[in-house]
Protein backbone atom coordinates (compact mmCIF):
# COMPACT_ATOMS: atom_id res chain seq x y z
CA UNK A 1 0.00 0.00 0.00
CA UNK A 2 1.47 3.36 -0.93
CA UNK A 3 1.90 5.66 2.29
CA UNK A 4 -0.16 8.74 2.36
CA UNK A 5 2.92 10.93 3.68
CA UNK A 6 6.43 10.78 1.52
CA UNK A 7 9.53 12.93 3.38
CA UNK A 8 11.97 13.45 0.77
CA UNK A 9 15.58 14.71 2.30
CA UNK A 10 18.87 15.48 0.80
CA UNK A 11 21.06 18.36 0.11
CA UNK A 12 21.05 21.43 -2.41
CA UNK A 13 21.66 20.41 -6.05
CA UNK A 14 20.40 16.83 -5.43
CA UNK A 15 17.43 16.58 -7.56
CA UNK A 16 15.48 16.40 -4.43
CA UNK A 17 12.37 19.06 -6.13
CA UNK A 18 12.28 17.00 -9.42
CA UNK A 19 11.87 13.87 -7.83
CA UNK A 20 9.16 14.85 -5.54
CA UNK A 21 7.29 16.35 -8.60
CA UNK A 22 7.76 13.40 -10.68
CA UNK A 23 6.26 11.11 -7.48
CA UNK A 24 3.45 13.64 -7.08
CA UNK A 25 2.67 13.70 -11.09
CA UNK A 26 2.51 9.93 -10.51
CA UNK A 27 0.79 9.71 -7.45
CA UNK A 28 -1.79 12.81 -7.52
CA UNK A 29 0.19 13.93 -4.50
CA UNK A 30 0.80 17.49 -3.34
CA UNK A 31 3.80 19.12 -2.73
CA UNK A 32 5.07 20.58 0.86
CA UNK A 33 8.38 22.78 1.30
CA UNK A 34 10.61 21.31 3.73
CA UNK A 35 13.04 23.94 2.93
CA UNK A 36 13.82 26.78 5.19
CA UNK A 37 15.15 29.61 2.76
CA UNK A 38 12.62 28.33 -0.16
CA UNK A 39 9.91 29.73 2.36
CA UNK A 40 11.03 33.46 1.62
CA UNK A 41 9.43 35.11 -1.26
CA UNK A 42 12.76 37.63 -1.84
CA UNK A 43 14.89 34.30 -2.62
CA UNK A 44 13.33 32.28 -5.59
CA UNK A 45 16.52 31.93 -7.80
CA UNK A 46 19.57 31.81 -4.94
CA UNK A 47 16.94 29.43 -2.66
CA UNK A 48 16.08 27.64 -6.31
CA UNK A 49 12.48 27.31 -5.53
CA UNK A 50 10.51 25.23 -8.11
CA UNK A 51 9.87 27.70 -11.04
CA UNK A 52 6.21 28.81 -12.21
CA UNK A 53 6.14 26.40 -14.97
CA UNK A 54 6.76 23.50 -12.07
CA UNK A 55 4.53 24.85 -9.74
CA UNK A 56 1.68 24.72 -12.44
CA UNK A 57 2.24 20.73 -12.46
CA UNK A 58 1.33 19.66 -9.32
CA UNK A 59 -0.04 21.70 -5.98
CA UNK A 60 2.69 23.55 -4.27
CA UNK A 61 2.29 24.53 -0.82
CA UNK A 62 5.12 26.77 1.65
CA UNK A 63 6.82 27.57 -1.28
CA UNK A 64 7.56 31.75 -1.49
CA UNK A 65 4.81 32.31 1.05
CA UNK A 66 7.14 34.57 4.16
CA UNK A 67 8.46 37.91 3.58
CA UNK A 68 11.98 38.37 4.45
CA UNK A 69 11.38 40.58 7.41
CA UNK A 70 9.06 37.62 8.79
CA UNK A 71 11.78 35.16 10.46
CA UNK A 72 9.92 31.57 10.56
CA UNK A 73 10.94 29.55 13.45
CA UNK A 74 10.66 25.48 13.16
CA UNK A 75 7.75 24.96 15.21
CA UNK A 76 6.10 27.47 13.11
CA UNK A 77 7.11 25.74 10.07
CA UNK A 78 5.53 22.41 11.65
CA UNK A 79 3.02 23.95 12.46
CA UNK A 80 2.09 25.02 8.97
CA UNK A 81 3.00 21.40 7.53
CA UNK A 82 0.79 19.56 9.84
CA UNK A 83 -2.46 21.64 8.55
CA UNK A 84 -1.51 20.90 5.26
CA UNK A 85 -1.14 17.09 5.60
CA UNK A 86 -4.31 16.86 7.25
CA UNK A 87 -5.89 19.05 4.34
CA UNK A 88 -4.19 16.83 1.71
CA UNK A 89 -5.56 13.76 3.20
CA UNK A 90 -9.20 14.80 3.71
CA UNK A 91 -8.57 15.63 -0.46
CA UNK A 92 -7.49 11.97 -0.64
CA UNK A 93 -3.96 12.57 -2.15
CA UNK A 94 -0.64 11.95 -0.76
CA UNK A 95 1.10 14.43 1.20
CA UNK A 96 5.07 14.74 -0.63
CA UNK A 97 7.30 16.77 1.96
CA UNK A 98 10.75 17.98 -0.11
CA UNK A 99 13.83 19.76 1.27
CA UNK A 100 16.92 20.49 2.92
CA UNK A 101 16.33 21.31 6.56
CA UNK A 102 16.80 18.62 8.63
CA UNK A 103 15.28 19.89 11.85
CA UNK A 104 12.20 20.27 9.65
CA UNK A 105 12.23 16.35 9.33
CA UNK A 106 13.68 15.55 12.53
CA UNK A 107 10.63 17.57 14.20
CA UNK A 108 8.31 15.65 12.05
CA UNK A 109 9.31 12.09 12.86
CA UNK A 110 11.01 13.00 16.46
CA UNK A 111 9.17 15.78 18.08
CA UNK A 112 10.06 19.51 18.62
CA UNK A 113 10.88 20.37 21.67
CA UNK A 114 9.37 23.77 23.52
CA UNK A 115 12.76 25.57 23.54
CA UNK A 116 12.67 29.34 24.89
CA UNK A 117 13.50 31.98 21.92
CA UNK A 118 16.08 34.48 22.47
CA UNK A 119 15.28 37.82 22.74
CA UNK A 120 16.87 40.14 20.47
CA UNK A 121 19.52 41.02 22.61
CA UNK A 122 20.65 38.24 23.80
CA UNK A 123 21.15 36.99 20.32
CA UNK A 124 23.28 39.87 19.44
CA UNK A 125 25.42 39.17 22.41
CA UNK A 126 26.08 35.79 21.23
CA UNK A 127 26.93 36.72 17.66
CA UNK A 128 28.88 39.35 18.62
CA UNK A 129 30.86 37.19 20.68
CA UNK A 130 31.15 34.50 18.26
CA UNK A 131 32.65 37.28 15.53
CA UNK A 132 35.14 38.32 17.96
CA UNK A 133 36.52 34.91 19.51
CA UNK A 134 35.78 32.34 16.33
CA UNK A 135 34.20 29.31 16.18
CA UNK A 136 37.25 27.17 17.83
CA UNK A 137 36.68 29.31 21.20
CA UNK A 138 32.72 28.96 21.00
CA UNK A 139 32.28 25.43 20.39
CA UNK A 140 34.68 24.97 23.43
CA UNK A 141 32.31 26.98 25.29
CA UNK A 142 28.88 25.10 24.43
CA UNK A 143 31.25 21.88 25.29
CA UNK A 144 31.50 22.64 28.62
CA UNK A 145 27.74 23.18 29.31
CA UNK A 146 26.79 21.02 26.39
CA UNK A 147 28.66 18.14 25.26
CA UNK A 148 26.32 16.43 23.36
CA UNK A 149 25.78 19.46 21.32
CA UNK A 150 29.06 20.31 20.78
CA UNK A 151 29.67 16.73 19.40
CA UNK A 152 26.74 16.51 16.88
CA UNK A 153 26.86 20.43 15.21
CA UNK A 154 28.66 19.80 12.16
CA UNK A 155 31.88 21.93 11.87
CA UNK A 156 31.16 25.84 10.09
CA UNK A 157 27.47 25.49 11.49
CA UNK A 158 27.24 28.75 12.98
CA UNK A 159 23.64 28.98 12.74
CA UNK A 160 23.01 25.69 15.62
CA UNK A 161 26.38 26.41 17.59
CA UNK A 162 25.07 30.17 18.22
CA UNK A 163 21.62 28.48 18.99
CA UNK A 164 22.37 26.20 21.29
CA UNK A 165 24.87 28.94 23.32
CA UNK A 166 21.34 31.01 22.94
CA UNK A 167 19.43 28.52 24.68
CA UNK A 168 21.88 28.03 27.59
CA UNK A 169 22.16 31.80 27.98
CA UNK A 170 18.80 32.31 28.51
CA UNK A 171 17.17 29.05 30.28
CA UNK A 172 20.52 27.56 32.09
CA UNK A 173 20.25 23.99 30.52
CA UNK A 174 21.45 22.60 27.39
CA UNK A 175 19.49 22.63 24.42
CA UNK A 176 20.48 18.72 24.27
CA UNK A 177 17.98 18.67 27.55
CA UNK A 178 15.41 20.53 26.06
CA UNK A 179 15.16 18.51 23.01
CA UNK A 180 14.90 14.80 25.13
CA UNK A 181 11.48 15.72 26.56
CA UNK A 182 9.56 15.19 22.44
CA UNK A 183 7.20 13.33 20.82
CA UNK A 184 7.04 12.66 16.96
CA UNK A 185 4.44 14.67 14.94
CA UNK A 186 3.90 12.10 12.82
CA UNK A 187 2.88 8.46 13.70
CA UNK A 188 5.51 5.71 13.49
CA UNK A 189 4.17 4.03 10.34
CA UNK A 190 2.54 6.46 8.73
CA UNK A 191 5.26 8.03 6.56
CA UNK A 192 7.62 6.92 4.34
CA UNK A 193 11.42 8.44 4.12
CA UNK A 194 13.85 8.83 1.59
CA UNK A 195 17.35 10.48 1.83
CA UNK A 196 19.88 11.28 -1.64
CA UNK A 197 23.14 10.89 -0.54
CA UNK A 198 24.78 11.52 -3.98
CA UNK A 199 28.49 11.23 -4.28
CA UNK A 200 30.53 14.54 -2.84
CA UNK A 201 32.29 15.34 -5.86
CA UNK A 202 29.21 15.06 -8.10
CA UNK A 203 27.02 17.04 -6.28
CA UNK A 204 29.87 19.82 -5.84
CA UNK A 205 30.03 19.95 -9.91
CA UNK A 206 26.34 20.48 -10.03
CA UNK A 207 26.58 22.81 -7.19
CA UNK A 208 28.94 25.02 -9.02
CA UNK A 209 26.74 24.43 -12.12
CA UNK A 210 23.54 25.74 -10.84
CA UNK A 211 25.13 28.32 -9.03
CA UNK A 212 26.72 29.52 -12.24
CA UNK A 213 22.59 29.07 -13.85
CA UNK A 214 21.59 31.45 -10.82
CA UNK A 215 23.95 34.44 -11.55
CA UNK A 216 23.06 34.01 -15.57
CA UNK A 217 19.19 33.94 -14.21
CA UNK A 218 19.84 37.39 -12.88
CA UNK A 219 20.48 36.40 -9.12
CA UNK A 220 22.83 39.55 -8.81
CA UNK A 221 19.19 41.71 -9.14
CA UNK A 222 17.45 39.20 -6.34
CA UNK A 223 20.18 40.07 -3.76
CA UNK A 224 20.21 43.95 -4.68
CA UNK A 225 16.63 43.86 -3.93
CA UNK A 226 16.62 42.14 -0.72
CA UNK A 227 20.16 44.49 0.26
CA UNK A 228 17.83 47.34 -0.20
CA UNK A 229 15.92 46.50 1.87
CA UNK A 230 17.69 46.81 4.73
CA UNK A 231 17.02 43.97 6.89
CA UNK A 232 18.18 42.45 10.01
CA UNK A 233 21.54 40.75 8.92
CA UNK A 234 20.41 38.04 11.36
CA UNK A 235 17.42 36.65 10.14
CA UNK A 236 17.17 33.33 7.92
CA UNK A 237 16.93 35.10 4.51
CA UNK A 238 19.81 37.38 5.05
CA UNK A 239 22.15 34.26 5.75
CA UNK A 240 21.13 32.14 2.29
CA UNK A 241 24.15 31.47 0.79
CA UNK A 242 24.76 33.84 -1.96
CA UNK A 243 22.89 36.57 -0.14
CA UNK A 244 26.19 38.07 2.08
CA UNK A 245 29.11 37.05 -1.03
CA UNK A 246 27.00 38.86 -3.86
CA UNK A 247 25.89 41.99 -1.40
CA UNK A 248 29.25 42.62 -0.56
CA UNK A 249 30.72 42.47 -4.35
CA UNK A 250 27.61 44.81 -5.18
CA UNK A 251 28.42 47.23 -2.30
CA UNK A 252 31.68 47.82 -4.12
CA UNK A 253 33.61 45.93 -1.71
CA UNK A 254 35.25 42.55 -3.46
CA UNK A 255 35.23 41.86 -7.46
CA UNK A 256 32.64 40.07 -8.38
CA UNK A 257 35.32 36.83 -9.62
CA UNK A 258 35.47 36.71 -5.78
CA UNK A 259 32.17 36.83 -4.66
CA UNK A 260 31.66 34.23 -7.04
CA UNK A 261 34.54 32.19 -5.98
CA UNK A 262 33.18 32.85 -2.45
CA UNK A 263 29.54 32.01 -2.95
CA UNK A 264 30.65 28.55 -4.99
CA UNK A 265 32.89 27.67 -1.30
CA UNK A 266 30.10 28.62 0.76
CA UNK A 267 27.73 26.81 -1.33
CA UNK A 268 29.77 23.43 -1.55
CA UNK A 269 30.29 23.75 2.90
CA UNK A 270 26.58 23.96 2.83
CA UNK A 271 26.12 20.82 0.48
CA UNK A 272 28.34 18.72 2.89
CA UNK A 273 26.95 20.06 6.30
CA UNK A 274 23.56 18.71 4.86
CA UNK A 275 25.34 15.53 3.65
CA UNK A 276 26.50 15.11 7.33
CA UNK A 277 22.95 15.65 9.20
CA UNK A 278 21.73 12.69 6.61
CA UNK A 279 24.63 10.69 7.56
CA UNK A 280 23.83 11.03 11.09
CA UNK A 281 20.27 12.14 11.76
CA UNK A 282 18.69 9.76 9.37
CA UNK A 283 20.64 6.72 9.46
CA UNK A 284 17.70 4.17 9.10
CA UNK A 285 16.05 6.08 6.17
CA UNK A 286 16.34 4.19 2.72
CA UNK A 287 18.71 5.76 0.20
CA UNK A 288 19.52 6.90 -2.93
CA UNK A 289 23.40 7.33 -3.58
CA UNK A 290 23.04 8.87 -7.27
CA UNK A 291 22.21 11.87 -8.91
CA UNK A 292 20.41 9.79 -11.79
CA UNK A 293 16.96 10.46 -11.55
CA UNK A 294 15.74 6.89 -12.71
CA UNK A 295 17.47 5.76 -9.81
CA UNK A 296 16.48 8.14 -7.51
CA UNK A 297 12.49 7.07 -8.75
CA UNK A 298 13.39 3.31 -8.30
CA UNK A 299 14.63 4.07 -4.55
CA UNK A 300 11.50 4.92 -3.82
CA UNK A 301 10.40 2.20 -4.18
CA UNK A 302 7.12 2.01 -6.67
CA UNK A 303 7.95 -0.01 -9.42
Known amino acids: ?57 APHHLFGVADGADGWSVGRWLRAALALIDQIGERGRPAILVGGTGLYFKALTEGLADVPTASRAV ?39 TRALEVWEISGKSITEWQSRTTPALAPGAWRGLALEPPRKALYDRCDARLAAMVEAD ?19 MKAVGVREFSAHLAGQIPFDQALDDARRE ?37
Not at 23 to 47: F, H, K, P, V
Not at 139 to 151: I, T
Not at 297 to 302: D, E, H, P, S, T
Open 267 to 303: TRRYAKRQLTWLRNQMREWPRAESLDPDQQWRALGLD
Open 1 to 57: MEPRIWLIAGPTASGKSALALRLARQTGGEIINADALQLYADLRLLSARPSPEEEAQ
Open 123 to 161: RAQVEARYDAEGETAARARLAKVDPAAAARIAPGDRLRL
Open 219 to 237: ALAEVAALAARGLDPLLPV
